[in-house]
């Protein structure tokens, strides 16, 4: 096994790494690096010692504090006792693993000293089980099975990675560090909450409550992150417990599917219905998806304006879960609900005393989202003396607390939201310009409802599926009628007002098929034109409806809420234009 490492370790006794490492020092091929690891330091006057007592020489050989041994990497790990097995269940880079089991922990005394004859008998099993090892194949074997065992999980497209109960990372695929762009060397031995920036589990940690692990048997879900070469990876993380032989976790194994290019695909081909629990396939909310992959790496602030339901908090979180701070806090805060008198407390905290009824010291916001991020809801009604101290917050992240003199600082990215248009806020005098500029670094734009009415269909299913799990029942669907007076309509308060619609018509139907009308009154105008209507909608044509179809492989359903039509109206057309058999 040349140019290999062997290590021999004892966590009861130094004298056994001594004699183990010693014996194999001698048999091992030139070339092999051969370690021994105990639990005290050996001194010269012992190991002259047990080197009398064992026949053998072994003063030049070194044992290493346990301490001392867990940042390195091994080809092939004895354990000389097992509750070194117990203690030690991980070694960096998976090494091959030889137990063998030597009953003592009774043997040796307060000083971690071995009575001479125990010595001398065990020293004996030490030989013959090294002369054994180095003389019948079994090093060889090890070395074999090791390197097969690395080949196989290198060769694998999906990238493999291990870490104990203390997230300490000690496997490393090949395939692991092209998807991360960080070597084994980068990863080895340290918590992956260190080497991935806010974890790549985010909420679904397993292992942030310490060591005691609930039990699961396998764990899927997406995750994204930057590698290491400033690129953005989208990928499905499977995790699965590393047990021992009595059942017991030690760690997670945990394997990387990069799907970033097929979600790409499937979002230039808007086969994407939602993200991050925002629902719809319209080129315009494929932008905005887009937008939030793009810029939630960065730290900059971000400003969000859309009309009142349109779901710009959706969005705010949304960013805050792609981007590295995932794991911090994020804390929304409505600016228009916050009294004048009280805002600035809320935002930046008090001191004792600072005005009547402050009893205690108060956190603010800023200070509560401590290396996350703040969402500012309706910034736009913020007055002017609260956008000048917000203002140096943007500028400096430093502010100070109400009626404190001590300036504070705080790592938070800000998002800042409006219905208003800022701009001509700006133009009325009533907004700073100052404070536009800041938070308008990023800005995103949320299309109204009535812009993009063939996510209608898709909302309404979704709504429905939210209001069966809640109720746990069955929910009537919407009549063709019924949602075509709602594709009709113009819905100034955008989903939100979708929504509502839809648990009205719910209450209204009594779980039958809902039609319009169980619709709000304000659909009224609408029901009378969509009872008129026959055949197929207007929007409806040969070409659309079969590239629809394709889109959706074969399924009808799927390609009716692409063309923003009800199942009914879809077949019709397709029976009477024949489209699947021409």
Not at 303 to 324: D, M, Q, R
Not at 358 to 386: C, N, P, Q, W, Y
Request: hydrophobic share 40%.
């Amino acid at each position: 096994m040349p140019g290999k490492k062997i290590l021999f370790i004892s966590t009861v006794n130094s004298d056994l790494s001594l004699m183990a490492a010693g014996f194999a020092s001698v048999l091992a091929p030139s070339g092999t690096d051969i370690v021994g690891a105990g639990p005290v330091f050996i001194s010269s006057s012992r190991k002259a010692t047990v080197s009398g007592l064992c026949g053998a020489d072994f003063n030049s050989v070194d044992i290493l504090p346990i301490a001392d041994i867990t940042d390195k990497t091994f080809d092939l790990v004895i354990t000389i006792c097992r509750s070194t097995w117990d203690v030690f269940p991980y070694f960096k880079g998976l090494p091959a693993v030889i137990h063998w089991d030597l009953e003592l922990e009774e043997m040796s005394d307060s000083k971690n000293i071995l009575d001479q004859n125990i010595l001398i008998q065990v020293s004996a099993i030490l030989k013959d089980r090294v002369t054994s090892l180095f003389t019948h194949g079994y090093i060889n074997a090890f070395s074999e099975a090791k390197t097969n065992t690395d080949n196989i999980l290198n060769s694998l497209s999906e990238g493999i990675f291990a870490h104990d109960l203390n997230r300490r990372i000690f496997y490393f695929s090949t395939k692991a560090s092209e998807l991360t762009g960080l070597s084994a060397d980068d990863v080895m031995g340290k918590d992956c909450h260190d080497i991935f920036q806010g974890g790549l589990c985010s909420e679904n940690c397993s292992f942030c409550g310490g060591t005691e692990i609930e039990p699961f048997d396998e764990k899927t879900y997406p995750i994204s992150f930057s590698n290491g070469h400033g690129k953005r990876k989208e990928c499905d993380l499977s995790v699965v417990p590393l047990k021992d032989d009595t059942g017991r976790i030690y760690g997670v194994a945990a394997s990387l599917k990069d799907n970033s290019e097929l979600n790409l695909l499937k979002l230039r081909n808007r086969e994407i219905n939602s993200f991050r629990g925002i629902i719809g396939n319209d080129p315009q909310m494929i932008d905005v998806f887009q937008q939030i992959k793009d810029v939630a790496d960065y730290p900059f602030p971000v400003h969000i304006f859309g009309e009142t339901g349109t779901g710009k908090e959706l969005v705010a979180a949304a960013i805050h879960n792609e981007s590295p701070r995932r794991n911090k806090p994020f804390v929304p805060v409505n600016c228009g609900a916050l009294p004048e008198s009280l805002i600035e407390s809320e935002l930046f905290g008090h001191v004792k005393g600072a005005f009547s009824g402050a009893v205690k010291d108060k956190k603010g916001r800023f200070e509560l989202a401590e290396g996350g991020t703040i969402f500012l809801d309706e910034i736009g009604e913020l007055s002017k003396d609260m956008q000048v101290k917000l203002l140096r917050f943007l500028q400096e992240s430093t502010f100070e607390k109400v009626g404190g003199e001590k300036t504070m600082t705080a790592n938070v990215r800000v998002i800042s939201a409006t219905n208003r248009n800022l701009k001509k806020e700006v133009q009325n005098n009533t907004f700073r310009e100052d404070v536009y500029y800041r938070l308008n670094v990023i800005p995103v734009v949320l299309p109204p409802l009535r812009n993009k009415k063939n996510d209608i269909p898709l909302l309404v299913t979704h709504f429905l599926s939210k209001i069966a799990q809640i109720h746990q029942g069955i929910v009537p669907d919407f009549s063709e009628e019924a949602l075509s007076a709602m594709m009709q309509y113009s819905f100034p308060g955008n989903v939100r007002e979708l929504e509502n619609a839809v648990q009205y018509a719910i209450v209204r139907s009594r779980g039958k098929t809902i039609m319009p009308e169980h619709l709000p009154m304000e659909f009224s105008g609408l029901i009378a034109e969509s009872n008129i209507k026959r055949g197929p909608s207007k929007k409806l044509n040969h070409d659309a409806v079969r590239d629809a179809i394709v889109k959706a492989g074969g399924n009808k359903s799927k390609a009716a809420r692409i063309l923003g039509v009800g199942r009914a109206t879809l077949y019709r057309f397709i029976d009477e234009h024949d489209i699947l058999d021409s």
